[in-house]
């Protein structure tokens, strides 16, 4: 009873306090809270309780919710030929190089599949920093959203392997997991053409003005019965997750409120218990062997550099500058890395010491890819001042 005291008194003062720091720091939120929960956890100051990994995991499944909500399927069915080959050219072509690079570096096969990881959480951060209109932006949130379904249905290929192994029945959960892409893309030209048919359907399933909040209870509905489809058939419950957010955006696009209603319950509660619970997992005398440090340094060097190449072709649509800040906005695979790496140490694929590698790149990413990003708009503001 006293540790689940104590751990709530930490978990509300870390809750509110972690904004306030990440501001004075000028650094995104979530590596400051990972960062206080690995130090609180080091001190012995947060402690281990059944339901704080509860609601981290339920945090995890939330925030992958909320990246689903980010996807404009209309966005990617309106943009030009063009650019939508160059984006899946860019994704095809990160896959390509991190095994190229992997097998040049005799990476470990997690660590290969971790390199090229695509996750637009942070990168709808950075809209509010510096404006959706950005074209690198909006090229980041194109290109990340390709990335991004294609690293969610790696992540849930590996669950399933890590779980199976490479065998016969791995490919029984690929063959469920395409059957379920298929009947969730029927059930969408479905609905697209009951709402088109009928489109008071919509006002009657989300009223404007209704008290008891139909909106976020229909959004949360569906959130639950995706996460429940994904366990049933004992795929990767990210998958769900991010299926039912991206289903929302799809069908109820123009419910502002709504978003903003279902990003202030994850970003102010669940989002931030399960990056102060990645913390405490971290044991920070991980720190004393070399091998950690120098290893996230080179995971994060890697990454980025394989995007930066990857993002060459670009040029010939955008600037060479705006290539290259898209390739850095989206090397910040915060949630997903960390996923990739839970996956592969609770299924005993890799140790403790590549376990806090991985976890401690996915903070030097943020960190270095943050810092590069704010010289490389300094730079093309001055190449434009220079420009008039």
């Keep these: 009873m006293d540790n689940t005291l104590s751990l709530l008194l930490v978990l509300a003062l870390l809750l509110w306090t972690s904004p306030f720091i990440a501001k004075a720091l000028r650094t995104p939120t979530p590596p400051v809270e990972i960062i ?178 139909q909106d976020v209870r229909l959004a949360i509905a569906l959130f639950l019965a995706l996460v429940a489809a994904m366990l049933a058939l004992d795929l990767e419950l990210a998958l769900g997750a991010f299926i039912a957010g991206v289903a929302i955006s799809a069908f109820f696009h123009h419910e502002k409120k709504l978003e903003e209603k279902l990003s202030s319950l994850g970003f102010g509660f669940l989002v931030p218990i399960f990056f102060i619970h990645v913390g405490s997992s971290f044991d920070l005398e991980a720190l004393e062997y070399p091998s950690v440090v120098t290893g996230a340094l080179t995971i994060t060097a890697l990454m980025i550099l394989i995007r930066v190449l990857a993002a060459f072709h670009l040029r010939k649509v955008y600037s060479s500058i705006d290539a290259l800040m898209m390739a850095v906005a989206l090397s910040m695979p915060l949630t997903l890395l960390i996923a990739v790496a839970t996956i592969g140490h609770d299924s005993g694929s890799i140790g403790e010491l590549t376990y806090y590698t991985l976890v401690l790149a996915s903070l030097f990413e943020v960190i270095v890819s943050m810092l590069l990003i704010k010289l490389l708009s300094r730079f093309r503001k001055s190449l434009r001042a220079k420009s008039r």
Excluded at 156 to 181: K, N
């Design 36 to 213: 206080l929960g690995s130090i609180l956890a080091y001190y012995g100051i947060l402690g281990e309780s059944q339901y704080f990994d509860l609601v981290a995991e339920i945090g995890f499944l939330y925030l992958m919710f909320l990246a689903g909500l980010e996807v404009n399927l209309k966005q990617i069915v309106t943009s030009s030929r063009l650019l939508i080959r160059k984006a899946l050219y860019f994704v095809v072509s990160l896959g390509i190089l991190a095994f190229l690079v992997g097998m040049a570096f005799h990476l470990h096969p997690i660590v290969i599949i971790s390199l090229p990881l695509i996750s637009i959480g942070l990168v709808a951060s950075l809209a509010k920093i510096y404006g959706k209109k950005e074209p690198w932006l909006a090229l980041a949130i194109l290109v990340g959203v390709m990335g991004e379904i294609a690293s969610i249905a790696t992540l849930t290929i590996l669950d399933a392997a890590s779980g199976v192994g490479f065998g016969w029945e791995l490919l029984v959960r690929i063959g469920y997991l395409i059957a379920f892409i298929v009947a969730i893309y029927l059930a969408y030209r479905l609905l697209n053409l009951l709402f088109w048919w009928f489109p008071e359907l919509k006002k009657k399933l989300m009223p404007r003005v209704d008290s008891s909040d």
